[in-house]
């Protein structure tokens, strides 16, 4: 399913949630963005302490 489906389909899902549920289905979707962004936070981080431990390493094999 391309990404450009499944957009469709979450909208198709979404029109048929009942009203009082949509605030619930937004805060779903607010945490599930949150932990991306904190999961790319976090991938930055480690590769960032990768890099920093390792430079020496690193410059010699761009040699």
Do not use: F, W
């Not at 605030?23 to 949150?34: E, P, R, S």
């Not at 590769?47 to 431990?53: C, F, P, R």
Request: no cysteine; net charge negative.
């Amino acid at each position: 399913m391309t990404t450009t489906e499944i957009k469709e389909e979450l909208h198709k899902a979404i029109e048929t949630i009942p009203e009082e549920s949509l605030k619930d289905v937004l805060g779903l979707i607010n945490q599930i963005q949150q932990k991306q962004y904190i999961d790319d936070k976090t991938l930055d981080g480690h590769l960032d302490t990768i890099i920093a431990e390792n430079r020496e390493l690193l410059e010699k094999l761009a040699q």
